[in-house]
Each structure stands twice: as structure tokens, then as C-alpha cells.
């Protein structure tokens, strides 16, 4: 066993609150638990504070303060974490997840079912139609029973930017030339994706990329070449 190796192990933890503010953090411990987590968002007492991580399959669990659990150093460990008294149930796209006891977000939802902004919410009703969420609209999760909702593709377009002009193309997964032609960037430039933090991602002929609504990219001729 190479416990030199686990010891300079980082861990990737990213926390959302009940709004979606994220914050990222890295640490060296392989565990963590309900507190510490909390901690790491500057709270100093977490006793009214409730924890929720996000499970490989999707769903979300509850962790008690003093619950200690691994971290995944392959990939980030997400958490919600928010000011409320406790946790209820509640089914998006048929799977059961935990949320606090706090009203939730349209956002909130379409991002614990995974899916990307051309998808639309959607709360269901026993008997009655279903009535769409929008994004920034709130569903109290204090009716009894368990609230349920459901995901809708409601557009296959998206925009993205190539240098600040928007495009509309179809949401999907492109090599780097069919990216290319789609925006209009011609074969013998240079293709970076603009990541969230403004840092410029080549790239390479031949790479899949997935695009979704509000990604950015810069075309450019290759250094040195002569125009």
C-alpha cells in the first residue's frame, strides 16, 4: 500500500447552496463528514444547517454532521448545503431524491435531474395537468405527500458564442470540424472553448465536445502562421 501516494491525494469538493451559488474547494483528506463540509463554507456553527450530497446515480442523501464518508479523488464530490431543519423526499424523472425542507427552484430541479437548460420542469398533479416551473420560480415542498416532476426536451437548439456573436445550433455532441463549420470558423484556425472561469481550452481535430446552451468559443490562426 502507497500511502505516500494517498497522502498527496487532493480531493475536489464542490458546494451548492439552496440558490446554486457553487463554491469549490480542495482538501487532502480521503473523508470527510457532515460538519466539515458545512465548515467549508465559512459557517462557524453548522448545527441548523442540513448536508446533501449527490450519489453516482444521480439522486441525493442526506449525511448526518458527525457521518463520516470517502471522497472520490477520479472526480468532484458535490454537496448541497443550506440552512434548514431536515430534509424531505420528492421524485424527479421518476427518481427519488432528498431536498431540504425549503422551497426548491426550477433550476434546482432540472440540475439534480442532470439535465441542461434546453429542458423544461414540470410539477405533476394527480388527476390534473401538469404546470411548468420556470427557473427561478419556487414549489413549497410543505403539501403532504410526496411532490413529484418531470423533465421535458423543449427545444433542441442552443446558444452558444463564438467571440461574443451568439449561434444557434443543435444541442448534441460535435467533433472539432463539425464544430467548426457549424460557427462558421474556418478549417485552417484554431478552436478554444472559454471555460466558466474564463480559461481558453484547445480543441484537438478530432475531439468530441457536447454543446450546451451558453458555452463561448474563440477562433484564431495558429501562432506564427502567416496570413
Known amino acids: 500500500m502507497n500511502t505516500n501516494a494517498e497522502h498527496h491525494k487532493h480531493y475536489i469538493v464542490q458546494i451548492y447552496s439552496a440558490d446554486l451559488t457553487r463554491t469549490d474547494h480542495k482538501i487532502g483528506d480521503p473523508e470527510i463528514n457532515g460538519r466539515q463540509v458545512i465548515e467549508l463554507t465559512g459557517v462557524r456553527s453548522a448545527d441548523d444547517f442540513s448536508v446533501l450530497q449527490f450519489l453516482p446515480n444521480g439522486a441525493t442523501e442526506e449525511r448526518r454532521l458527525e457521518e463520516q464518508f470517502p471522497l472520490d479523488a477520479h472526480q468532484e464530490n458535490r454537496f448541497f ?29 432540472r440540475l439534480l435531474a442532470g439535465k441542461g437548460e434546453e429542458f423544461a420542469v414540470f410539477q405533476d398533479f394527480p388527476g390534473l395537468p401538469s404546470k411548468r416551473i420556470e427557473d427561478r420560480e419556487a414549489v413549497s415542498l410543505e403539501c403532504k405527500g ?27 455532441e460535435y467533433t472539432t470540424e463539425q464544430l467548426k463549420e457549424k460557427l462558421g470558423v474556418a478549417e485552417n484556425y484554431m478552436l478554444d472553448l472559454v471555460s466558466e472561469t474564463g480559461a481558453f481550452i484547445e ?5 468530441h465536445t457536447t454543446v450546451k446552451d451558453g458555452m463561448k468559443f474563440v477562433g ?6 502567416s496570413s
Do not use: Q
Request: glycine content about 8%; overall charge negative.
Open 220 to 225: 484564431y490562426l495558429p501562432t506564427g502562421h
Open 81 to 109: 448545503v443550506a440552512k434548514a431543519d431536515g430534509t424531505s423526499n420528492l421524485f424527479i424523472d421518476g427518481m427519488r431524491v432528498a431536498w431540504f425542507d425549503l422551497p426548491i427552484t426550477g433550476a434546482a430541479i
Open 146 to 172: 410526496v411532490e413529484r416532476f418531470h423533465t421535458e426536451l423543449v427545444s433542441c437548439e442552443v446558444t452558444v458564442f463564438l467571440a461574443d456573436v451568439p449561434h444557434k445550433i443543435k444541442a448534441g
Open 203 to 207: 480543441l484537438k481535430p478530432g475531439e
